[in-house]
């Protein structure tokens, strides 16, 4: 089987079907569901863990390595999320909340 080369798919953390994954391990139904009810913040945002993140994203860096091809890589959906979960990640991991 060939591997399509178009958008994330994976499984729904909430509903467990392999789809489409856009944003914090959901789906897109139930990343409106959960936006909608409010529940979005208890969902991870993203499966990888944050020491990787802020890993991958310094080493990427170091090489010179622009956001965009840095967030097509890790499979961010575009370079202001990678950068804003990069800073969270080493917010988080300098023990500030
Ligand atoms: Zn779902």
Do not use: F, H
């Not at 959906?77 to 950068?83: L, M």
Request: aromatic letters at 8%; one cysteine or more.
């Amino acid at each position: 089987m060939s591997q399509p080369s178009q958008r994330k798919q994976g499984t729904c953390a909430r509903c467990r079907k392999t789809t489409t994954i856009p944003a914090r391990y959901l789906c897109t139904s139930c990343y409106k569901a959960v936006t909608a009810d409010g529940s979005r913040d208890d969902w991870p945002r993203y499966k990888r863990a944050a020491a990787d993140v802020v890993a991958d994203v310094e080493r990427l860096r170091s090489q010179g390595v622009p956001w965009a091809p840095i967030a097509e890589r890790l499979g961010y959906a575009s370079p202001k999320t990678v950068a804003n979960t990069y800073r969270q990640a080493k917010r988080r991991m300098a023990g500030v909340s």
